[in-house]
């Protein structure tokens, strides 16, 4: 039985989808004002995470995550770089399909913008305001907090502690116009030269917390299964969601609430972390991490809990993820004498195995233990791989079996047939040396041009010839 931690809540809840068979899900997304963050990652592989296991599960899983293309630091980007604000969104969402591709994230169902919904965005405000839930000042339109009734509910706090909460998200001109100081807007007046459009209200632009509600109930309906975003995001942003979702639609907004924990950066980043003023991009990490590497390292840690970034943690990541590929490659290399004979002995370990991997993360997708099953899993393969006789059904099944478990993680197995050892490199070094020295050099080029085709590179120097990896 999958449990579900779920933050309106604060329990585990058994899952259960409104309609079974399929699980309507939204992720709040990125505002594409630069290269997404370390932070941004996090949610986008935690909840890609969460998906893959649902379909692993055998559900059918609508992903909707939405790109914020318009708002206050769009604008001020936008002016910075001297384009607009279109060429801005089109600019990061281009690089944000393009990191996240690299580290596995599956494209979302949709990736609705905010402003291909103003029409909607323009309709469900009026709908609130018709309702007394919100009003215009000056071109603006706020929403009355407290005038819906269970303000507060997701993030468990009084409505005193959300109101200090709230003036450390508005500006000195908003504080003004607001009736109340734990109001929020809904619509703000554009000042002159910004992006706009035309409503009731004058010409001006949606706030951030309203094109969710409208996303989400436009392309997944009234009520959906899981909303899930960073743990920062609980207020204001999801608090404000649900009163203005629940206000207009009339009924429960989301049955699980899910939040990732932060990522801090670890000691040996620090460095790192100070000069990016604490915006590591995922497009500067994957210039030298291996983005198979970043993806199984945050993979592998529970949604829940915190992670650090850290050079240690990643090097973990690396020599654990070697040790599966090493593992698969194993088995690769006995499919060339194994036998045709059937093995139920294998069959049913693999069973087990699952049956343990299914439990694990059937717990609020604990990955840690979820993970821990596939070691055992590749420990079995190693063994396995060392018979003396084995049967080529059975590796096929523990290689699918690997491949399939690492698919939820985000990793692609596949065998490194043209991984080439150093013990086969400097076979060739030693070959091409006693070219050289006989003056065959069309036979020492063909080696290095074949080992540079392998990522292999030569270095002669006076004390020999070394060698390095690409
Ligand atoms: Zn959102």
């Given amino acids: 039985m999958l449990t579900i931690y779920n933050t309106l809540t604060r329990k585990k809840e058994e899952f259960k989808p409104l309609h079974p068979g399929v699980v309507n899900m939204y992720v709040c997304g990125p505002t594409v004002y630069n290269y997404i963050h370390i932070g941004n990652a996090r949610s ?63 494209p979302a169902t949709l990736h609705p913008r905010a402003t291909e919904n103003i029409n909607e965005i323009i309709k469900f405000i009026r709908g609130l305001v018709d309702k007394g839930y919100a009003y215009a000042k000056d071109g603006d339109v706020y929403y009355r907090a407290r005038k819906f009734k269970d303000y507060g509910q997701l993030s468990g706090q009084s409505l005193d ?34 992006i706009n459009w035309d409503s009731p209200w004058g010409k001006g632009r949606p706030g951030w917390h309203i094109e969710c509600s409208v996303m989400s109930t436009k392309y997944l309906g009234k009520t959906i299964d899981i909303h899930a975003g960073g743990q920062d995001l609980e ?82 990541a690396q ?93 692609k197995l596949v065998a490194s047939d043209n991984k080439i050892d150093d013990e086969k490199i400097k076979q060739l070094i030693e070959e091409r040396n006693l070219a050289r020295k006989s003056k065959d050099f069309a036979r020492s080029d063909q080696i290095r041009d074949d080992l540079k085709k392998q990522g292999i590179i030569l270095e002669d120097t006076p004390q020999g010839t070394r060698y390095k990896k690409e």
């Fill in 161 to 194: 502690d959300l109101e200090v909460g709230a003036s450390e998200h508005v500006s000195a001109d908003e504080v003004n116009k607001k009736e109340d100081p734990l109001d929020f807007a809904l619509w703000k007046a554009a000042k002159p030269g910004e």
């Fill in 44 to 106: 986008a592989i935690a909840f890609d995470t969460v998906r893959r296991y649902l379909e692993f599960k055998g559900y059918k899983v609508n992903y909707v995550s939405n790109f914020t293309d318009v708002d206050d630091k769009m604008i001020k980007a936008a002016a910075a770089q001297g384009i607009t604000v279109p060429q801005l969104a089109e600019k990061y969402i281009n690089a944000f399909m393009e990191d996240t591709e690299a580290i596995n994230i599956e």
């Fill in 319 to 411: 020599n654990n993820l070697d040790h599966i590929q090493t593992a698969f490659d194993n088995l690769t290399y006995r499919e060339q004498d194994a036998g045709n004979d059937e093995d139920q002995n294998v069959e049913d370990q693999l069973k087990t195995f699952r049956t343990q991997f299914i439990t694990a993360m059937d717990d609020d997708i604990n990955v840690q233990n979820g993970i821990a099953t596939v070691y055992e899993l590749v420990k079995y393969a190693n063994v396995y791989a060392q018979q003396k006789q084995v049967s080529l059904t059975a590796i096929k099944a523990i290689k699918d079996e690997l491949a399939e478990l690492m698919s939820i993680f985000g990793v």
């Fill in 235 to 316: 207020f204001p942003h999801h608090e404000n969601e649900i009163a203005q979702s629940e206000a207009e639609n009339g009924q429960k907004f989301v049955r699980y609430w899910m939040h990732n924990g932060f990522v801090t950066i670890g000691k040996d980043n620090e460095k790192m972390s100070k000069s990016l003023h604490n915006f590591i991009t995922v497009h500067d990490i994957i210039k030298e991490v291996d983005p198979q590497v970043l993806r199984f390292f945050m993979a592998t840690t529970q949604y829940r809990r915190p992670i650090q970034y850290s050079q240690a943690n990643l090097t973990d």
